[in-house]
């Protein structure tokens, strides 16, 4: 029984961890937003999708009001989104998203999570060829129609729909990220998420070993504060 309780525990405060974690990088997108086109998500667009994308991650409303409020602060500080990349042991591409209020540290922990794991941290394109970037939107199932819906969103640019978990994710290409936000929002469609999400165009095989080492490089970059997500291309 006491073996039990302590692993519920800690599932439970991995739990926390990783929603804190999430409500963090929300909230330093939330004032970058603001900072970038005002905090009336009526007449912000960006604004508007993330308060979304936080509800959606069950972040609460004083904590989404709170980081509205704070943009608003001449000495809140200014985020700015550096995008990294490199290879990882093994010859993985990887690609590193952060919103960083100081780029030095920033990219200084990057290089170092790179070459801890005997990879290397790269130039600008150095592997970003090799993935496609898309936007993904995802809603409920309720009572749509997947064939009728995916007629009725072609023409805004959709390039796949798919149901799972009775939820269903629409992508598009990068550029047709309004034009499909702006489609949900006139068929009345309540979208949980909507996000830029990066695709290999092509995966590697490893074996166990080598993906275990691969996963530990990306849990040690996701624990970062400044990292949004990381991207990779093993199978």
Do not use: C
């Amino acid at each position: 029984m006491g073996r039990a309780f302590e692993f519920r525990k800690e599932r439970k405060f991995k739990r926390w961890s990783q929603m804190s974690k999430v409500f963090t990088r929300l909230g330093k997108e939330i004032v970058m937003a603001v900072k970038a086109g005002g905090p009336d998500p009526a007449n912000n667009s960006k604004l508007r999708t993330i308060i979304q994308n936080a509800k959606g991650a069950s972040m609460p409303k004083d904590r989404i009001e709170a980081a509205i409020s704070r943009a608003s602060n001449k000495d809140e500080s200014d985020y700015e989104e550096v995008v990294y990349e490199g290879y990882g042991p093994h010859g993985i591409a990887v690609i590193v998203e952060t919103s960083t209020d100081n780029i030095n540290r920033t990219v200084a922990n990057v290089r170092h999570y790179f070459t801890k794991a005997g990879g290397s941290l790269g130039t600008s394109g150095s592997v970003s060829f090799t993935f496609d970037r898309k936007a993904v939107f995802r809603f409920a199932k309720a009572d749509y129609d997947l064939e009728e819906l995916e007629l009725e969103l072609i023409d805004y640019g959709l390039e796949d729909i798919d149901e799972n978990e009775g939820e269903i994710f629409v992508y598009t290409a990068f550029e047709d990220f309004g034009n499909m936000q702006k489609a949900l929002e006139d068929k009345g469609i309540e979208v949980i998420s909507a996000e830029m999400q990066r695709f290999p165009m092509s995966t590697t095989e490893l074996t166990s070993e080598q993906e275990e080492d691969i996963n530990k490089m990306i849990e040690r970059m996701e624990e970062d504060d400044d990292v949004n997500h990381v991207y990779h291309n093993m199978a």
